[in-house]
């Protein structure tokens, strides 16, 4: 019976080094897969929206004054009025827009903060469980320091 012993602790012992190493692989490498999608996903889409909030508000003024030339030289000043009022909306637009980049940017970073905080904690807990477990199934403590 001893060998049965023996054979289960060895079964565990290796079941627990590949959890082991897949929990370590996946901390590794969860901080830059969320950098990556950050770069490629959300970065360009704040970069568009930045670029169009800025151009409605700094380009509706010339918009408007162009338009509303252009409505009173074919004689339809009253149109003038309503391209001044939908400017000035495409100018509150831009402002909003360029208020909800700022936000999701900070979501974004706020977000990549927080990956990283939790992915140190559980590296942390993962270390305490790997000096707890491995003198059980009697594995080399890889937390260990050792002076050669």
Known sequence: MPNFFQKLKSGAGNFFKKVD???????????????NIANKVINPA????KKAGNFLEKNSGVIEGAAAGLAEALGQPEIALAIGAGTMQAQNMGNKL???TN???NFKTQ?????????????????QIRSIVSPVLGLPDPNAVTIH
């Open 21 to 35: 190493n897949g929990a370590s692989n996946f901390f590794k490498k969860l901080p830059d897969a969320a950098n």
């Open 46 to 49: 704040i970069d568009v929206a």
């Open 98 to 100: 360029n208020k909800i």
């Open 103 to 105: 936000q999701v940017n």
């Open 111 to 127: 977000g990549l903060d927080k990956i990283n905080t939790t992915t140190n904690q559980l590296v942390q807990k993962q270390d």
